[in-house]
């Protein structure tokens, strides 16, 4: 009798040990993951997050991290802060919008593993999350994303946003970095030189000695400005707090061949800012040829852009440039006249 209750009792506590050994085989994909875990996408405390890292299959890798109060690209240079707000918000609203059929899976999966970024997101210098984002769902109103650890992919969207999100995780280095020239208040600008090589005559210089004390001299005759309007000088000054390119020219661009060219010739201006430290800023802008058979508002041909041009910073990195950004700052000497 004792025998038969030791079987007894040693075959119940086999099936427990088999119970839950087979329950943990079955959460090894999941890797722990269960419940709404594996589509628990969201970062709502997203002012924790230091550091994101976005990986591709090229391979390209960027990483963005948090010092002090700007964000860095790949351990240099100042990032982009529209870009750092957008993704910041998206991973805050993101969120799983359905299901995926269990048939469409392995086609998600393996398109995922082909084309698909890997995203890692820190918190306080600790990796919080790892998910991925594959391609757009068929109606283009969401995207496949799996969490790190879970088997299984979701549809995520952002309530209200219509359209996908994997645009919003890339890595080409260049579209994350700050396209500011220059961002300087008036109170650490020493000088500001402005050279118009068509038009010496409106080529000016501005030293900054104190607020009160500003002194513009044409760069042409060497004579200083006696009756400078107070307002239009101050306005110019505060031009340069954020000053902003378009674009990055980068090699693969068929323009960036003529670079050495473009540096030998004639620029349309030639702005050079030095501030109380030293520091020497230097913008050169040229023209970029119209499209043919292009008119101007008088119908007749137009020769060259009107709205862009071609840049240089510090006679090195390569940009486009508005006319409509550079406005404020491409004024000729008898613009401070009062």
Known sequence: MKKNLIYLLVFIVLLVVAGWLLTRNNREGTLGLEGNERYAFAIKDTG????IIIKDKTPSEIILKRDDHHWTVNGSGRAREDAIEILLET???MEMRNFIPERMQPTVIKRMAVRGKEVQIYKNG???KTFYVGTEAHDEMATYMLIKGSDQPFAVHIPGFNGFLSTRFFTQ????????????????????EMTYPDS???????????PDSVYIKSLQSGEVMRNRDRVKTNLFL?????LTYEGLIIPSDPIYSRKDSLLASNPVFRLKLTDIDGKVTTLSGYRIKGPEESLNPELEPQQFDPDRLHGFINDD?????QYFGLNPILKPKDYFLK
């Open 317 to 321: 990195k390569m940009v486009l440039l």
């Open 173 to 192: 280095e260049h579209l994350w970095r700050s396209r500011t020239i220059v961002s300087a208040r008036p109170g650490i600008i020493r000088s500001i």
């Open 126 to 128: 600790k990796l919080a």
């Open 48 to 51: 924790d997050v230091d550091k």
């Open 238 to 242: 505060n031009s340069f707090r954020n």
């Open 200 to 210: 010496s005559s409106q080529s000016f210089e501005l030293n900054v000695f104190s």
């Open 91 to 93: 991973l805050y609203r």
